[in-house]
């Protein structure tokens, strides 16, 4: 029997986090009884008097927005990480067994827009700029007095967002997190052994095959990566060797919000609704505890998980063997690519529908 990978059972290996992810194409066929998720309101106000994100609006501490006009960012009110705290320390018990660890850091949450209606691939490009502008300065400060920063967002209350005013959120840590401090162990032996970042050699081969390409344009290459878990993941990367946000020239910044713009508006109009996920840059760390000060390894690189599989009201569930097993997926990464690439990046679908 010839191997086929949309029709046959198979596993695909991740190498920036040496996992493996199980692929079963065949079982779309099956019926689906399960649990239908209720889809994102399409139609929300431009402004909501009741919305702690809006221009103008008291947040739920007290504090009063400025009437901003453009991108605006604050500190969390309710932050996971806190500036100050005991003296850095290990904290075990048990034979070793009960083992805690002192942390610090910063949050930071990031309005996309004033419009309570707008998400990203709504607004224009030009304020979408605004956005990558200001993920790269929130960086390039924070980076300096921290190990980790993490820049992320997630989109729609079936991702756990609290507000519906599109925003994304900024925590730096005094700690390199755990799925981080895998991604560097990968790339860096992959740079001691081959010379090369692992992520630029993995975009110009995704570059040569096209299989799996979303979008792409001078700078940026978006593709449902070979070893996708998630039914319509997509991973973004820089087609130079590019570290972090810092290093992007402004032809570079520019073109990443073209082109978020454009494979953003894909998801929305996959479902015909305002596609759910949850995204996050991975990029050079600061100062890290037993870590040497080379970055070179490092290439620049953003996750977008979105949970929808079969509609606006069907996700995927990770449970049973995904959680005691390992990840597995029901469509290949190739078939979601080109389902995703027949959709329109020009026309969002309420434009249509208007």
């Not at 996959?270 to 070179?296: C, I, K």
């Amino acid at each position: 029997m010839k191997f086929n990978p949309d029709d046959h059972p198979h596993r695909r290996y991740n190498p920036l986090l040496q996992q493996w992810v199980l692929v079963s194409p065949h079982r779309t066929k099956r019926p689906w009884q399960g649990k239908q998720e209720e889809g994102e309101l399409n139609q929300r106000p431009e402004y909501d008097p009741k919305c702690y994100l809006c221009p103008g609006n008291t947040r739920a501490n007290g504090e009063v927005n400025p009437a901003y006009g453009a991108t605006y960012a604050f500190d969390n009110d309710f932050a996971a990480l806190l500036t100050e705290g005991p003296e850095p320390s290990i904290i075990s018990a048990g034979n070793g067994l009960m083992t805690a660890q002192t942390v610090t850091g910063e949050c930071r949450v990031i309005c996309f827009s004033p419009r309570h209606d707008l998400t990203l691939p709504e607004m224009a490009s030009d304020d979408i700029l605004s956005v990558v502008n200001l993920w790269c300065e929130h960086y390039q400060e924070l980076v300096q007095r921290h190990a980790w920063v993490q820049i992320f967002e997630n989109k729609g209350a079936v991702m756990g967002c609290s507000n519906p005013h599109p925003h994304g959120q900024i925590w730096a840590s005094s700690y390199l997190p755990s799925e981080p401090a895998q991604v560097d162990s990968s790339q860096r032996l992959y740079w001691h052994e081959n010379g090369r970042p692992l992520l630029l050699d993995y975009a110009n081969a995704e570059l040569a095959d096209g299989s799996r390409t979303v979008e792409e344009n001078e700078h940026w290459l978006v593709v449902v990566p070979y070893w996708a878990l998630w039914p319509y993941e997509t991973l973004l990367l820089p087609k130079r060797h590019v570290r972090h946000l810092g290093e992007l020239s402004r032809d570079e910044r520019r073109s990443l919000a073209n082109i978020l713009k454009l494979f953003l508006t894909r998801y929305d109009n996959l479902f015909e609704t305002s596609f759910p996920y949850s995204m996050g840059w991975h990029q050079a760390p600061g100062n890290v505890e037993g870590l040497d000060d080379n970055r070179d390894h490092w290439q620049l690189h953003a996750h977008f998980y979105p949970p929808l599989l079969r509609s606006a009201s069907v996700k995927k569930f990770m449970v049973g063997y995904e959680m005691l097993g390992e990840g597995q997926r029901d469509i290949s990464a190739e078939q979601a690519a080109e389902r995703l690439r027949q959709l329109s990046a020009n026309l969002h679908y309420r434009q249509k529908n208007k």
